[in-house]
């Protein structure tokens, strides 16, 4: 799942990114134009992000400490995720606005570098997709061993996931499409309807409603079960093999970026091992490493699934249109 793109940068870790970095930032602070270096605020580049603000902005503040490089940020929604800065960027492709498209998950920016909107792109570190249990409802043994036991009518009205179109839900629903099939994927789909599956904005949201007994069993998200447990939620994670799937963090370069070597410094900053082991202490990543090739986790073909996302999406637009 982290193939990396043709023409995408690469970088080292540890002292010698920081090393690297340094010569890296004097080419590209060399290279500011004239308009930007007139510029009363001196030099900055534009990030849309879909990574949570809260673990988001400490990177930014941290680059700009490091480099002077002033950050301007563009935020998603929770209910609409990367999707609503995808339309943006498509938009903006023309004239390019941003420099930097830093995605907390992997299916948007594989689209957009499908698409030509990205220049080049990397991914890295992963959270994982969880099912969460509310324990003072079910226990573990009681709780499904399968996604395909969501729809059996004693599980009728006691799931909730996140609008799936967007975001790690749309991402975690087409990489199970692939591996079941369309056929058998669509009936699934179509008894999670009949069973009444709640819907919801986010996965934080799904993470609220199992943690209040709403429901009794939710699919998310790594970092927000995370929040969650910090609250003090009964929740726990259930594993289920071959149903499950890493997301990688991805960073790309916008085509035609304004500030393309400001752009490229950033995402070295991103890539180095301080600062992603800081975001796995903060629980934004699971872990700062590359998904291993080889374990019991989904690990869809990025050109076969987008290929082929459009008939699935449309099927759940369908289905689960609010």
């Not at 690469?10 to 308009?35: D, K, M, N, Q, Y």
């Not at 591996?179 to 669509?186: F, H, R, V």
């Not at 919801?200 to 209040?212: E, F, H, I, L, P």
């Amino acid at each position: 799942m982290n193939r990396r793109s043709k023409g995408e940068f690469s970088t080292a870790s540890g002292s010698g990114t920081w090393i690297t970095l340094g010569f890296f930032l004097i080419l590209a602070l060399g290279s500011i134009s004239c308009r930007q270096s007139d510029d009363p605020q001196g030099p900055h580049i534009i990030i849309y992000t879909s990574q949570d603000q809260i673990h988001a902005e400490p990177v930014f503040e941290a680059f700009g400490a490091a480099t002077g490089i002033k950050v301007k940020a563009l935020y998603d929604n929770e209910s609409a995720k990367s999707m609503g800065l995808a339309k943006r960027l498509a938009a903006e492709s023309r004239r390019p606005v941003c420099d930097v498209f830093w995605s907390n998950e992997s299916l948007t920016m594989q689209q957009l570098s499908h698409q030509g909107i990205v220049d080049s792109f990397d991914s890295f570190g992963y959270r994982m997709r969880v099912m969460i249990i509310n324990t003072n409802a079910i226990t573990p043994q009681q709780a499904p061993d399968s996604l395909h036991q969501w729809v059996e009518p004693k599980w009728r009205e006691k799931c909730v996931m996140a609008y799936p179109l967007f975001g790690t839900t749309a991402t975690h629903l087409l990489a199970l499409r692939q591996k079941w099939g369309a056929l058998s994927w669509s009936q699934w789909c179509r008894g999670l309807k009949e069973n009444e599956v709640r819907i919801v904005d986010g996965n934080s949201a799904v993470v609220r409603m199992v943690g209040s007994g709403d429901a009794w069993i939710g699919l998310t998200d790594s970092d927000d079960l995370a929040v969650g447990l910090s609250q003090g939620l009964p929740l726990m994670s259930i594993d289920l093999p071959g149903e499950l799937c890493p997301i990688s963090n991805t960073v790309g370069i916008v085509k035609g970026a304004p500030h393309p070597n400001l752009a490229r410094s950033f995402a070295m900053f991103l890539r180095d091992s301080k600062i992603l082991d800081s975001m796995v202490q903060s629980s934004a990543l699971m872990s700062a490493q590359t998904i291993p090739e080889t374990s019991n986790w989904l690990a869809p073909s990025w050109e076969t699934l987008i290929e082929q996302s459009a008939e699935g999406l449309e099927q759940m637009r369908f289905l689960f249109m609010r």
